[in-house]
């Protein structure tokens, strides 16, 4: 039966939305899985963004039809060390969201990203307009890590990455950097850009035996083991879209 044309127009929306809104990926994200053809429409590859869909078209993605998720999920995972933060891997390497399919139908996708051998909190949720907002840099949300190093920590490491060291021509800063004993140190980042306490150590020849993500916002790992993993209250999704420090 098909819809009054009204209504139609109502439900029609943009076809990065529509993905956003279908647990696929963030909208950005989206915008980019459009320009690479890998999403069709009632049978047809779009490539042009800002394309309008309906609840009545098939939408697939790498060949697999989407649809749009009524339920908002928002997933907080203490991350193994030895997973990737993907929702598949080329090279066969376990995935991080794969420790929720079992709990979990809807298809959940990470917010930032944790290397493979870094552990600790990371968030999945089929919510992608929480994605953006969480994710970007104007969000200014905490991102709290404790590292451990094989030799001891040079003394003026900490001052030195509280004023902003400059790495390859890229400028890294923590907001905070204290010394927990010879070996370890607490880190707090806020924009936390790809890799950087693995590259600012690296500067000062230093080994990192275990990278840990302990704290997100407001959001801490207490009570939450490697593989562990448990809803966000709504107070907690509240304050990480409206987090101030």
């Given at each position: 039966?098909?819809?009054?044309?009204?209504?139609?127009?109502?439900?029609?929306?943009?076809?990065?939305?529509?993905?956003?809104?279908?647990?696929?990926?963030?909208?950005?994200?989206?915008?980019?899985?459009?320009?690479?053809?890998?999403?069709?429409?009632?049978?047809?590859?779009?490539?042009?963004?800002?394309?309008?869909?309906?609840?009545?078209?098939?939408?697939?993605?790498?060949?697999?039809?989407?649809?749009?998720?009524?339920?908002?999920?928002?997933?907080?995972?203490?991350?193994?060390?030895?997973?990737?933060?993907?929702?598949?891997?080329?090279?066969?390497?376990?995935?991080?969201?794969?420790?929720?399919?079992?709990?979990?139908?809807?298809?959940?996708?990470?917010?930032?990203?944790?290397?493979?051998?870094?552990?600790?909190?990371?968030?999945?949720?089929?919510?992608?307009?929480?994605?953006?907002?969480?994710?970007?840099?104007?969000?200014?949300?905490?991102?709290?890590?404790?590292?451990?190093?094989?030799?001891?920590?040079?003394?003026?490491?900490?001052?030195?990455?509280?004023?902003?060291?400059?790495?390859?021509?890229?400028?890294?800063?923590?907001?905070?950097?204290?010394?927990?004993?010879?070996?370890?140190?607490?880190?707090?980042?806020?924009?936390?850009?790809?890799?950087?306490?693995?590259?600012?150590?690296?500067?000062?020849?230093?080994g990192i035996r275990k990278l840990t993500r302990?704290?997100?916002?407001?959001?801490?790992?207490?009570?939450?083991?490697?593989?562990?993993?448990?809803?966000?209250?709504?107070?907690?999704?509240?304050?990480?879209?409206?987090?101030?420090?």
């Open positions: 039966m098909s819809l009054p044309a009204e209504k139609e127009v109502k439900e029609e929306m943009r076809l990065q939305v529509f993905l956003a809104h279908s647990g696929v990926a963030s909208r950005r994200a989206a915008e980019g899985i459009i320009s690479a053809s890998r999403v069709s429409v009632n049978g047809s590859v779009v490539t042009e963004l800002g394309t309008k869909v309906s609840v009545s078209d098939v939408v697939c993605v790498d060949g697999k039809e989407v649809k749009l998720e009524e339920t908002k999920r928002y997933v907080l995972l203490n991350k193994p060390t030895g997973y990737v933060c993907s929702l598949a891997d080329e090279q066969g390497r376990p995935c991080a969201a794969e420790l929720l399919k079992e709990a979990y139908s809807e298809r959940l996708y990470n917010v930032g990203r944790l290397d493979m051998f870094s552990g600790g909190l990371i968030i999945f949720t089929n919510d992608g307009d929480f994605a953006a907002k969480v994710s970007h840099p104007s969000s200014q949300i905490e991102k709290e890590y404790i590292v451990e190093v094989s030799t001891p920590l040079p003394r003026d490491l900490c001052q030195k990455f509280e004023k902003g060291i400059r790495v390859e021509g890229v400028f890294y800063k923590a907001k905070l950097a204290r010394e927990i004993n010879p070996r370890k140190m607490r880190v707090v980042l806020i924009e936390g850009k790809n890799r950087e306490i693995r590259r600012v150590f690296e500067q000062f020849s230093l302990v704290r997100i916002g407001s959001i801490d790992s207490e009570g939450l083991a490697p593989g562990q993993f448990r809803d966000l209250s709504q107070r907690e999704v509240s304050s990480l879209l409206n987090f101030e420090y």
